[in-house]
C-alpha cells in the first residue's frame, strides 16, 4: 500500500490497524452517550435519534398522561452506539421497544435489534422520503405495541 508516496510493510499496516481498533474499543468506553427520560419505572421503551427523537419524547409524555408506562432513549450520537444503556434495561420488566426514525428500510432500529437480543420485542415506526415523522403515527405505534 502507498500512503502519500510512501510504501507501508504488511506488518506496518498491521500495526496501524492494531493501534485503531485500541482506539475504538476507547470510544466505546469513553465516548458512548444517550439520553434517557422516564426508563426508571418503563414497561416499553420508545427509541430514535434526531428530529424523530424529539417528536417521539413528546409522544412519551403523552402516553404517560394516559397512564402507559413509556421511557425513552436517545442517542446524542450514534457512533459509538450507545450499548450499554440497552443492555442495562430490565427485560424482565421491559415488555417491548418502538424504534422510529425516518428510514425504510430501518437502519436504526437494526442496532437495536442486536443488542436486545431477543429478551424483548422490537418494533417500529419508520417514514421515509424527506416525510417528517408524526407524532399521531408515533402514538399509534405506540399503543400497538401494547396490545
Known amino acids: 500500500m502507498v500512503l502519500g508516496g510512501v510504501g507501508l510493510s504488511k506488518m506496518r499496516m498491521q500495526s496501524l490497524n492494531e493501534q485503531d ?3 475504538y474499543e476507547e470510544w466505546k468506553t469513553n465516548e458512548a452517550e444517550a439520553e434517557e ?4 419505572d418503563a414497561e416499553y421503551i420508545m427509541t430514535g435519534y434526531g428530529t424523530s427523537a424529539r417528536i417521539g419524547r413528546s409522544a412519551v409524555n403523552i402516553l404517560r398522561g394516559e397512564g402507559l408506562r413509556y ?3 436517545r442517542p446524542k450520537k450514534l ?6 444503556v440497552f ?3 430490565d427485560y424482565g420488566v421491559v415488555k417491548g421497544l418502538l424504534c422510529i426514525e425516518m428510514s425504510i428500510p430501518a437502519q436504526y432500529a437494526e442496532d437495536v435489534k442486536n443488542i ?3 429478551r424483548s420485542p422490537v418494533k417500529t415506526c419508520l417514514r421515509s422520503g424527506g416525510e417528517i415523522i408524526e407524532r399521531a403515527d ?4 405506540a399503543r400497538q405495541l401494547i396490545l
Open 116 to 118: 436486545v437480543a431477543g
Open 87 to 89: 443492555k442495562k434495561l
Open 37 to 40: 427520560h422516564l426508563t426508571g
Open 21 to 23: 481498533e485500541a482506539l
Open 71 to 73: 421511557g425513552f432513549i
Open 138 to 141: 408515533i402514538l399509534e405505534a
Open 79 to 84: 457512533f459509538p452506539f450507545p450499548v450499554e
